[in-house]
């Protein structure tokens, strides 16, 4: 078989162009294309460069072209295959994916917060009021004595401790570290937040709303009543403290009373669509899970305390240096003070019977 000699001197100054410009980016695909005009493609920049002044001229029919010899020996390279083309493909780091924690209650129900503290925080308050008498126009009064007391709050240490690796720091160029710390607050904050509610009041735990004398209870003794949840408003309303009541429930109570109808023939539910429970706003939260107890009251009768401006963060380099190490330690100093205890009902049993 005859060698074609236009193809062969084509391929030939192809190769030694190529050889002189070992750098040239040719695109297979563009240029493929680009030889039939049925497919109006316009090479790239590079392709059009590389390619210049090498068919034009030298016998071919109008509407061909020649690639390089070299390219069609070369197998296409994919994106999927590491070892044909995948291995250049980079990664780009997103943002950080955030654990699913349980929502805080005290402080979305109206918990009111105060930081920056140094010593311990007191609460002057009056425990018995003065009693007013009416005597006549040159009567004598009558001496009437006031007893006062203070609640104290007291720095509670939550803290985390944490090891990372100086190569994962100096990898991540400090993303990793960033994204712990605010992991850590997160979960801080969670846990505040169940001390606040269930705090034992001993072995350095603040005195939870469930610990605390004072407050007063219900048991519901089964599936929850319309007329309980009307007695539980009637009690605090007796006792002066209804002002900006909430509910605090879980997701099981939740489902519960919104199955469960006030009245008999009444088309309405304990829960309302619009999430209220008796016309008070109800917050539903995971931290109430597992005895799915039952708060109602007024949270900004609950003081949070914190000392210092927030969190304390301390990277120690020393201790694990010859590991490769850093340790992290987070420190938040925190307690809680009830101002009225009678402001809350609590339940004994759960809301979700």
């Known amino acids: 078989?005859?060698?074609?000699?236009?193809?062969?001197?084509?391929?030939?100054?192809?190769?030694?162009?190529?050889?002189?410009?070992?750098?040239?980016?040719?695109?297979?695909?563009?240029t493929l294309l680009a030889v039939d005009p049925r497919n109006n493609v316009k090479?790239?920049?590079?392709?059009?460069?590389?390619?210049?002044?090498?068919?034009?001229?030298?016998?071919?029919?109008?509407?061909?072209?020649?690639?390089?010899?070299?390219?069609?020996l070369t197998r296409d390279l994919q994106a999927t295959v590491f070892p044909s083309g995948g291995a250049f493909v980079g990664n780009d780091m997103q943002e950080p994916i955030n654990l699913l924690l349980n929502r805080t209650v005290a402080i979305r129900a109206g918990a009111k917060v105060t930081s920056g503290l140094n010593g311990n925080a007191i609460f002057p308050r009056?425990?018995?009021?003065?009693?007013?008498?009416?005597?006549?126009?040159i009567g004598a009064a009558t001496q009437s004595d006031v007893t006062t007391g203070q609640l104290v709050a007291q720095p509670r240490r939550i803290t985390v401790k944490l090891v990372l690796s100086n190569q994962l720091l100096l990898q991540t160029s400090g993303a990793a570290e960033e994204y712990l710390k605010t992991v850590i607050l997160n979960q801080i904050a969670v846990k505040l937040d169940a001390l606040v509610l269930n705090g034992?009041?001993?072995?350095?735990?603040?005195?939870?709303?469930?610990?605390?004398?004072?407050?007063?209870?219900?048991?519901?003794?089964?599936?929850?009543?319309?007329?309980?949840?009307?007695?539980?408003?009637q009690t605090i309303a007796g006792l002066n403290a209804d002002e900006n009541l909430s509910f605090a429930i879980s997701p099981a109570t939740r489902n519960k009373w919104k199955q469960v109808v006030k009245l008999g023939g009444y088309p309405s539910y304990l829960m309302e669509a619009n999430n209220t429970v008796n016309g008070y706003p109800a917050i539903t939260s995971n931290q109430l899970a597992g005895t799915e107890r039952v708060i109602f009251g007024d949270w900004s009768k609950c003081h949070i305390c914190i000392w210092g401006t927030g969190a304390d963060f301390v990277a120690d380099i020393y201790s694990?240096?010859?590991?490769?190490?850093?340790?992290?330690?987070?420190?938040?100093?925190?307690?809680?003070?009830?101002?009225?205890?009678?402001?809350?009902?609590?339940?004994?049993?759960?809301?979700n019977q």
Do not use: C
């Open 1 to 30: 078989m005859a060698t074609n000699p236009t193809l062969l001197d084509s391929l030939n100054r192809t190769a030694e162009s190529l050889s002189n410009r070992a750098h040239a980016k040719i695109s297979i695909r563009e």
């Open 43 to 72: 090479l790239s920049k590079e392709s059009r460069s590389a390619l210049d002044g090498k068919f034009s001229g030298d016998g071919t029919p109008a509407g061909t072209g020649f690639v390089p010899f070299e390219s069609l």
């Open 126 to 137: 009056i425990e018995s009021p003065v009693t007013p008498t009416v005597v006549s126009e």
């Open 200 to 233: 034992q009041g001993a072995s350095s735990e603040p005195l939870g709303l469930f610990q605390t004398p004072g407050v007063n209870t219900v048991t519901f003794g089964g599936s929850t009543t319309w007329t309980q949840l009307l007695s539980m408003e």
């Open 320 to 351: 694990k240096a010859a590991q490769g190490e850093t340790v992290y330690i987070v420190n938040l100093w925190a307690d809680v003070v009830w101002e009225h205890p009678q402001a809350f009902i609590v339940s004994t049993d759960g809301g």
